[in-house]
T-cell receptor
Framework: DAGITQSPRHKVTETGTPVTLRCHQT?????MYWYRQDPGHGLRLIHY???????DKGEVSDGYSVSRSKTEDFLLTLESATSSQTSVYFC????????????FGPGTRLTVL | SQQGEEDPQALSIQEGENATMNCSYK?????LQWYRQNSGRGLVHLIL?????REKHSGRLRVTLDTSKKSSSLLITASRAADTASYFC??????????FGTGTRLQVFP
């Protein structure tokens, strides 16, 4: 998985609670991404980052925020989880920058009850 | 907004047969990428073909790109049970982000 870890790997939570997912990379690449994967929708971009404190919204950013205070960590926060946010979340890095190949973490399966 | 769409959605073949899956996209691109995803795992990059390339090979994989038809195909030759996975195409949009299709589920029977 190209030195990318995600934690936790599985989480069950209740509607209305805050949840933070962590993506950690070991190689200090600038470009990092958060996606969600749902049946029938493929992968959809939530947020991305081009460096420390440089983040921006993707296609499905409503209800999510991110932070990147260190190059190696990219955090995804669900401020108040809803059942529609039940999904599998993937973090990815792009060592050669936008347009180019991405390497994915193992994913976090989140269930919001 | 969905840039790439794979076809077929699902494909079942026997070991040893070839598997072909297609991807169509909507706007001009500078590259097109194919990824594989095994069940319960993250996506793995397979191959990147640039807009000025027409064909690219990697082992048993052959990718073609037809920019006039805005389409690409991925051919897996002499398939194996281990090739069972979902396959996705991805293309950059006009803001540099990759847009993934919904994938083709390939089942290879021993």
């Amino acid at each position: 998985d190209a030195g990318i870890t995600q934690s936790p790997r599985h989480k069950v939570t209740e509607t209305g609670t805050p949840v933070t997912l962590r993506c950690h990379q070991t190689e200090n690449h600038r470009y990092m991404y958060w996606y969600r994967q749902d049946p029938g929708h493929g992968l959809r971009l939530i947020h991305y980052s081009y460096g420390v404190k440089d983040t921006d919204k993707g296609e499905v950013s409503d209800g999510y925020s991110v932070s990147r205070s260190k190059t190696e960590d990219f955090l995804l926060t669900l401020e108040s989880a809803t059942s529609s946010q039940t999904s599998v979340y993937f973090c990815a890095i792009s060592p050669q920058g936008p347009y180019n190949e991405q390497f994915f973490g193992p994913g976090t399966r989140l269930t919001v009850l | 907004s969905q840039q790439g769409e794979e076809d077929p959605q699902a494909l079942s073949i026997q070991e040893g047969e070839n598997a072909t899956m297609n991807c169509s996209y909507k706007t001009s691109i500078n590259n097109l990428q194919w990824y594989r995803q095994n069940s319960g795992r993250g996506l793995v990059h397979l191959i990147l073909i640039r807009s000025n390339e027409r064909e690219k090979h990697s082992g048993r994989l052959r990718v073609t790109l037809d920019t006039s038809k805005k389409s690409s195909s991925l051919l897996i030759t002499a398939s194996r049970a281990a090739d069972t996975a979902s396959y996705f195409c991805a293309t950059p949009d006009n803001t540099d982000k990759l847009i993934f299709g919904t994938g083709t589920r390939l089942q290879v029977f021993p």
